[in-house]
């Protein structure tokens, strides 16, 4: 069964900077791609952003762009999202998810279980 | 952009009844692109049906998808006191999105 556990969350000042990491041990890491989903509390779902296999392409929902960045290290099988400039209406449950077969035009097959960010000052 | 309507906002129904929970596409998609998960609280979502209709591994057949073109449904025959929960549909075939969720609630 794959697993991916998620780490990093926590509580930061609005403005500041938090670092999400998503681990995948014993998982074929590095031919897949992977993506961001959050959900506010008490709200639904919403997905965040997406990078392929290699880390060359990478895609994020208007409510981010240019604030938050996905990465991957396939050394340390590891994903990432960098968030910058955080806002209290980014306060939410961050999970990351491999979709099917590793590809980005699939289904969401497999969840972590998340981590909470809340931002407040 | 997508967007997925899904109705209704919450179905109050008895174990053992049959539930339907629609989600409506804002343009034709292919059913290749639906999908439905269901979470409970304080869980991550799970997969049930792909592809519209494609059961995921291990989902009991009392789960059913079905619909094309904007409109697709999910049925679940009778329901087990663990199948109430949130449900949400995603198409995944121009970015991600998810509808906004129906709760199936014990009546």
């Known amino acids: 069964q794959v697993q991916l556990v998620e780490s990093g969350g926590g509580v930061v000042q609005p403005g500041r900077s938090l670092r999400l990491s998503c681990a995948a041990p014993?998982?074929?890491?590095?031919?897949?791609?992977f993506h961001w989903v959050r959900q506010a509390p008490g709200k639904g779902l919403e997905w965040v952003a997406a990078?392929?296999?290699?880390?060359?392409?990478?895609w994020y929902a208007d409510s981010v762009k240019g604030r938050f960045t996905i990465s991957r290290d396939n050394s340390k099988n590891t994903l990432y999202l960098q968030m910058n400039t955080l806002r209290p209406e980014d306060t939410a449950v961050y999970y990351c998810?491999?979709?099917?077969?590793?590809?980005?035009?699939?289904?969401?097959?497999?969840w972590g279980q998340g981590t909470l960010v809340t931002v407040s000052s | 952009e997508y967007v997925l309507t899904q109705s209704p906002g919450t179905l109050s129904l008895s174990p053992g009844e049959r539930a339907t929970l629609s989600c409506r596409v804002s343009?034709?998609?292919?059913?290749?692109?639906l999908g439905w998960y269901q979470q409970k609280p304080g869980q991550a979502p799970r997969l049930l049906i792909y592809?519209?209709?494609s059961r995921a591994t291990g989902i009991p057949d009392r789960f059913s998808g079905s619909g094309s073109g904007t409109d697709f449904t999910l049925t679940i025959s009778r329901l087990e006191p663990e199948d109430f929960a949130v449900y949400y549909c995603?198409?995944?075939?121009?970015?991600?999105?998810f509808g906004q969720g129906t709760k199936l609630e014990i009546k």
């Open positions: 998810a491999i979709p099917y077969g590793g590809k980005l035009d699939e289904y969401f097959q497999h």
């Open positions: 014993g998982f074929t890491f590095s031919s897949n791609g």
């Open positions: 990078i392929s296999y290699d880390g060359s392409n990478k």
């Open positions: 343009q034709r998609i292919s059913s290749r692109y």
């Open positions: 592809g519209a209709s």
């Open positions: 995603q198409q995944y075939g121009s970015s991600y999105t």
